[in-house]
T-cell receptor
Framework: DAGITQSPRHKVTETGTPVTLRCHQT?????MYWYRQDPGHGLRLIHY???????DKGEVSDGYSVSRSKTEDFLLTLESATSSQTSVYFC???????????FGPGTRLTVL | KNEVEQSPQNLTAQEGEFITINCSYS?????LHWLQQHPGGGIVSLFM???GKKKHGRLIATINIQEKHSSLHITASHPRDSAVYIC???????FGKGTKLTVNP
């Protein structure tokens, strides 16, 4: 299994609070991705990174920011969480943009 | 407009049956992925293919680039195959909504 972890695995927070989710990999893959998964929508890309300090927006990036200061870590920040951001968040890694991706275990975030 | 459509949305089968899940897409792609999401939530990559057919154990994936269509087949299905199967197209990282498969003993 690819070495990819997410923390925390579960989080409950209140509307308006900042939240940071962490994705950590031990595979030295260039690409890292953040997705959210919601009933009726499937997986949707939030942001991705193609190297240290190199990031780009995905389909549903509004309300989210990311940072990648080290190859192994990709952080997803919700500056001011809203109830619409209640979701399961998955991180994934890959060698190239169109290559096979390996997924983390997911983080269940509830915004009250 | 959904760029990736899967059918059926839900599928129930008896153990041993041959299963087919379909994926159609509207954009030009160079590769398509099939993923499996276990009931516990974990997601595993099954196949990445750009042409023809790939086989892994009882799973077979095919793709027709001209017709923009891919199928995932499961031979001799087993209850442990129960999961959500998801297709995705590479270039735009767009995912289908998944097909929930339940295989009864």
């Amino acid at each position: 299994d690819a070495g990819i972890t997410q923390s925390p695995r579960h989080k409950v927070t209140e509307t308006g609070t900042p939240v940071t989710l962490r994705c950590h990999q031990t595979e030295n893959h260039r690409y890292m991705y953040w997705y959210r998964q919601d009933p009726g929508h499937g997986l949707r890309l939030i942001h991705y990174s193609y190297g240290v300090k190199d990031t780009d927006k995905g389909e549903v990036s509004d309300g989210y920011s990311v940072s990648r200061s080290k190859t192994e870590d990709f952080l997803l920040t919700l500056e001011s969480a809203t109830s619409s951001q209640t979701s399961v968040y998955f991180c994934a890694i890959g060698v190239g943009f169109v290559d096979e991706q390996f997924f983390g275990p997911g983080t269940r975030l509830t915004v009250l | 407009k959904n760029e990736v459509e899967q059918s059926p949305q839900n599928l129930t089968a008896q153990e041993g049956e041959f299963i087919t899940i379909n994926c159609s897409y509207s954009v030009g792609i160079s590769a398509l992925h099939w993923l499996q999401q276990h009931p516990g939530g974990g997601i595993v990559s099954l196949f990445m293919l750009s042409s023809g057919k790939k086989k892994h154990g009882r799973l077979i994936a095919t793709i027709n680039i001209q017709e923009k269509h891919s199928s995932l087949h499961i031979t001799a299905s087993h209850p442990r195959d129960s999961a959500v199967y998801i297709c995705a197209v590479s270039e735009k990282l767009v995912f289908g909504k998944g097909t929930k498969l339940t295989v009864n003993p």
